[in-house]
């Protein structure tokens, strides 16, 4: 485990959300990046190969989510989290939890908001041609709504759990995160973006693992785009 932030008192000050989907292979090699001090919270979305027995074993938190889908997954985390920083990352070993340290420095420090990894592909079969262009898609049409300029919506990020909550994030399919984004950006919080190595993932794709994925996951994006201004987003993050 990698140095995390420190906890005055021993307490927990950074909870990992990691939605997990038949990830048992992958869980090893994940959990085992968690830095220092942090509480992983696997949050089991139906999995069929052990997932949930494999993450316990390690020390991480289970919280099981029987709705399917991505956004279903990511928020019932969300919802479990306790700590003031609240962390997302794949479950799947394409992404170091690692990374996050510097994330979750930037928001504490007061610098940003919200703190997004930009994956930068390690090796081939890390990035599908098909996911990178439905990803460019949705950076283009993100930043005509918004005006941030982004170049991905991948799912290292890392933000005040307290300022997430206030977000009011409804969406529970692939387009969570980028509602996550959006809503943000309307609610006029500093958005960062960082490079972060990003490899080959253990185990089948879920979501950007075929084309049909990949245009589900954008249809379902398109339509959080299409959505209004929220009003309770309105406010910025307190400082």
């Keep these: 485990m990698s140095a995390g932030l420190p906890a005055p008192g021993g307490a927990v000050t950074v909870d990992v959300v990691l939605p997990c989907l038949d990830e048992a292979e992958a869980l090893p090699w994940v959990l085992a990046r968690i830095p220092d001090g ?10 069929s190969d052990g ?9 991480a938190t289970v919280v099981h989510e029987p709705r399917r889908g ?16 609240v962390c997302f990352c794949d479950c799947d ?27 930068r592909p390690q090796g081939l079969g890390a990035w599908p041609l098909h996911a990178r262009a439905g990803n460019l898609a949705l950076a283009r049409m993100l930043r005509r709504r918004t005006g941030l ?29 980028l509602q996550m984004v959006v809503r943000a950006a309307d609610a006029g919080w ?12 253990t185990g089948k ?4 693992g075929t084309w049909r994925g990949t245009w589900q996951a954008v249809h379902d994006m398109r339509k959080v785009l299409a959505e209004p201004p929220v009003a309770a987003c309105t406010s910025t993050v307190a400082r």
């Design 38 to 47: 942090w509480r992983a919270v696997v949050v089991d979305n139906g999995s």
């Design 51 to 59: 997932s949930p027995d494999v993450a316990r074993s390690l020390g």
């Design 70 to 85: 991505f956004g279903a997954a990511c928020h019932a985390g969300l919802l479990a989290a306790e700590a003031e920083y």
């Design 93 to 119: 070993a394409s992404l170091d939890p690692g990374e996050l340290v510097p994330y979750v420095r930037e928001v504490a420090s007061g610098a940003a908001d919200l703190v997004l990894g930009r994956r």
């Design 149 to 177: 300029r982004l170049h991905d919506l991948g799912p290292l990020r890392a933000a005040r759990r307290e300022a997430l909550l206030g977000l009011g994030l409804t969406d529970r399919r692939s387009g969570y995160p």
């Design 190 to 201: 500093r958005v960062a973006e960082h490079a972060v190595p990003y490899r080959p993932r």
């Design 205 to 208: 794709s879920k979501v950007t």
